[in-house]
């Protein structure tokens, strides 16, 4: 019998149709113009998106890396609560929806999904990529003005992904706070820049001072102990790249790696990584140096060497991102 595909899978597969009858050239001048706007500091009051050509473009391009990351920081959350899944889960800012594919690809099963996006040629094309995963079939895709007075119901889980950089401050201080408000868990993800990572820090001390704990990244709800414009907290995420991708970027490689910042937080009991790996891990001739952010408030640079035998073995083997010590885990 021939196991069903991954959600990953399934989805390349799905995006796979989208640019039929669109002229690559066009395409690929559609995904420039949007990453501009995407990537500008200057907050829109209107959508980014604004017609279909506009939407298939930027999903076949966007969908797979923001799956990838928004994927890698769920997988660390579940890490830290291996005993919850959620009941329900509300995707704010969710456009053509790649949080929500990220959610079943980590949780596997029904929930009730709410997607909340203030374009609707995105909603459109998110259900409609959608019918490919059973688990997003009955879906709710509902156009919703993301901003100061966002409202929501009750859910388990909250995600907020490549959002908080289209809005105003004012705006973003308010779809956290609502989001604090509704949830049980928010799992906020941003580019992995300087300002993106400035911007997840905001939202994880709102978080904290709303009564949550941080489960991941870091291994502790305290400050953050990197010191601002000096550094800036990120991890990346590897992204099969598509003809669009490679039309785009130019390039030969089969694949790139996505840089993103972000903050899982809970009302729920939760047990963060002893420490994580904050950079790619250096390996030199018989050790490995490893920078990990430490429960107690620090970042350290720990070098593990053939003396420490299947510590070393695990050293070579862990991956920026990756919690510290391995044996911490179920």
Request: charged content about 25%.
């Amino acid at each position: 019998m021939t196991a069903p595909a991954r959600p990953s899978e399934t989805l390349r597969t799905a995006l796979g149709t989208l640019l039929d009858g669109l002229p690559p050239k066009p395409a690929a001048q559609a995904v420039e113009r949007l990453i501009a706007n995407y990537r500008g500091a200057t907050p829109t009051d209107s959508p980014i998106l604004r017609d279909r050509a506009d939407v298939a473009a930027y999903a076949a391009y966007r969908m797979p890396a923001t799956f990838e990351a928004v994927h890698a920081a769920l997988e660390a959350f579940a890490e830290a609560t291996p005993d919850w899944i959620p009941a329900s889960h509300t995707d704010i800012g969710g456009g053509t929806g790649a949080a929500t594919w990220a959610v079943t690809a980590t949780w596997p099963g029904d929930r009730p999904v709410t997607v909340l996006d203030w374009s609707e040629p995105a909603l459109a094309l998110g259900r409609e990529i959608a019918t490919a995963n059973p688990a997003l079939r009955d879906a709710r895709w509902q156009r919703t003005r993301i901003g100061k007075d966002l409202t929501l119901p009750a859910t388990d889980l909250v995600t907020v992904s490549y959002v908080l950089n289209e809005l105003t401050p004012a705006d973003r201080t308010a779809l956290v706070d609502t989001a604090a408000a509704s949830a049980q868990t928010v799992v906020i993800v941003e580019a992995g820049t300087p300002a993106g990572y400035a911007r997840v820090i905001e939202a994880r001390d709102r978080l904290i001072a709303g009564g949550f704990r941080v489960a991941a990244p870091c291994p502790h709800s305290a400050a953050c102990p990197i010191v601002p414009g000096e550094d800036w907290c990120h991890f990346s995420a590897r992204v099969s790249r598509s003809s669009l991708h490679r039309q785009v970027k130019g390039g030969s490689l089969p694949y790139e790696d996505e840089k993103f910042s972000y903050v899982a937080a809970t009302r729920l009991p939760a047990t963060p990584a002893s420490a994580r790996v904050i950079r790619r891990p250096q390996i030199r001739k018989g050790q490995v140096l490893l920078d990990l952010c430490e429960p107690d408030e620090h970042l350290t640079r720990r070098t593990v060497t053939k003396r420490h035998g299947d510590l070393y073995k695990a050293a070579r083997d862990a991956a920026w991102g990756d919690p510290w010590p391995p044996s911490d885990r179920p």
